[in-house]
């Protein structure tokens, strides 16, 4: 019998979004590993989660999320601090990967105010270029927020010059193609290739793709919510579920804001409260959103993936008693009533006319336009013993395996999750595998 040989790599990648590219190019420039893989199920790099017309297209910083406190916001920043630098250093062949624009959070009535004020205090010193504007300044800068708002209702916003706006897709394409410009490194890139099953052989992780069988001694998984659905193939992460959050967005075709500015947020929620962004590729376009809504699949306008929903959150008395936990959360319960109404036919739009009116008061329904084109999924994992909603990037540790699970701000956190998970592999290689991070972070400084 013939014995069908297996090509082996030193580490797999799957997934070609935003986190997969950013894994291989610091893998590619900062390691010593010299074969790697990457298999995205796509025609080409970041057509999920990271692809611009799925997300806000924003680098956060931290400074103007009012729903981060001042710890988390510092590590946002670092991660935003090594998207910015490398994005200050790379010449695009391809078309803009980046604008830069103001961007600013506003605070109505006096409540917000005063929680802005304290904020701006809090922050100021770690975030110098951040500015505390009255009425008349927000209204040189953004006119529409101060026009025909009722004269009685104080508004203040803290604002910075130095806001970006990111094609995450053209950044994932950037990274390829620097990675590729590696000498002494075999580096093959699998597209239209889906990863069906893996398994175990000894020393070996085997990817049966829709190929070919490929192998190797580490593999890491950056396929948002599927990764959850592998890691539970091979008997991990088993006291997760899955909460897919969809988010969409309604379109004003005019230029209504002049660059992005963001609504105050309730603390508990892990969701920017509404915001304005104008759209890298159409800035004139400002893109309102996103909604929140639990919805039973893993990937936008891809009906298939409920069956890899139902797998991966198995529906059982722990699951139900968590999902009890966090809708008897009355804060919690009416953003979800609320987000619901939003993608209801006709009422929805006429109910989110008027949430952002709190942005721009004069707005009138007939701008705004609810885009099915636009808007992806957040896999927001949830812990089944305790209830408990993760923030931030998910990642699960197995046996020579890593899975990254990304909602936002995943984009944003992509060259800090790489490092992150690339310093994790010395564990998984022993002495022979070095990394260079100073190197890495040299490359990074601006
Ligand atoms: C509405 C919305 C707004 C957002 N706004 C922002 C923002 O402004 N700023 C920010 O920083 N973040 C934002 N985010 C979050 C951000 O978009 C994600 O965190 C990020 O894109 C995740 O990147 P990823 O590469 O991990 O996942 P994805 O982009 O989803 O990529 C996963 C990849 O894995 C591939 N894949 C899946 N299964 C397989 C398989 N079996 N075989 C091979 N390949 C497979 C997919 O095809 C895909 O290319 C937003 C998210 C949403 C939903």
Redesign the pocket.
């Known amino acids: 019998m013939n014995k069908i040989k297996i090509k082996k790599y030193d580490i797999i990648i ?8 950013a894994i291989l190019y610091v893998l590619g420039k900062y390691t010593n590993l010299s074969s790697i893989a990457l ?4 025609f080409d ?7 611009n017309t ?7 910083f931290g400074d103007i999320e009012t729903n981060y406190s001042l710890e988390k916001a510092l590590v946002v920043k670092e991660a935003a601090e090594m998207v910015e630098s490398y994005l200050l250093k790379t010449k695009n062949s391809n078309g803009p990967i980046y604008a830069k624009s103001h961007k600013m959070v506003l605070a109505v009535g006096d409540k917000e105010i005063k929680i802005l004020e304290d904020r701006f205090k809090n922050f100021k010193n770690h975030y110098p270029k951040l500015r505390l504007l009255d009425k008349k300044e927000i209204g040189e800068i953004e006119p529409k927020v101060v026009k025909r708002r009722n004269p009685q209702e104080d508004i203040r916003a803290i604002m910075s010059e130095d806001g970006y706006i ?1 094609d ?1 897709k053209a950044l ?1 394409k950037s990274f390829i193609e620097n990675v590729r410009q590696e000498p002494e490194k075999n580096i093959d890139i699998f597209l239209n ?4 099953a893996v398994s175990k052989k000894s020393d070996y992780y085997i990817l049966k ?1 829709s190929k070919e069988f490929i192998k190797a001694k580490v593999v890491i998984f ?5 990764s959850l659905l ?1 890691a539970k193939s091979l008997g991990y992460g088993e006291k997760y579920f899955l909460l897919p ?5 309604y379109v004003s075709k005019e230029k209504v804001l002049n660059g992005k500015v963001y609504t105050m947020q309730k603390e508990k929620l892990p969701f ?1 409260a509404v915001h304005g ?1 104008p759209d890298i590729h159409n800035i004139n376009e400002v893109r309102f ?2 909604t929140a809504k639990v919805i039973p699949i893993l ?2 306008r891809n009906a298939g993936t409920f069956w890899d929903f139902l797998k991966t959150t198995k529906i059982d008395f722990k699951v139900l008693k968590a999902l009890v936990k966090i809708i008897s959360d009355k804060d919690i319960f009416g953003f979800i009533a609320q987000n619901m109404l939003y993608d209801i036919p006709v009422i929805g739009k006429y109910y989110y006319t008027q949430t952002i009116k709190k942005i721009i008061p004069g707005i009138s329904e007939e701008k705004l336009k609810f885009e099915k084109r636009l ?4 896999p927001q994992l949830v812990n089944k013993e305790t209830g408990e909603v993760m923030m931030g ?1 998910g990642e699960i540790v197995g046996d020579n395996i890593i899975f ?1 699970v ?9 060259l800090q999750t790489a490092r992150n998970t690339v310093k994790k592999l010395a564990k998984f290689f022993g002495g022979e595998f070095t990394f260079d991070e100073e190197k890495m972070a040299d490359g990074l400084k601006r």
Do not use: M, W
């Open positions: 799957v997934g070609g979004g935003i986190t997969g590219t298999v995205e199920k796509y790099f970041a057509q999920v989660n990271s692809n799925s997300n806000s297209q924003t680098l956060h990111v995450y994932a290739t889906s990863v069906e793709t950056a396929t948002g919510a599927h592998f959050v969809a988010g969409n967005f920017a962004d959103g996103p990937e936008r808007g992806g999924i957040r990037v990254n990304t909602p936002s701000p995943g984009a944003t956190a992509c």
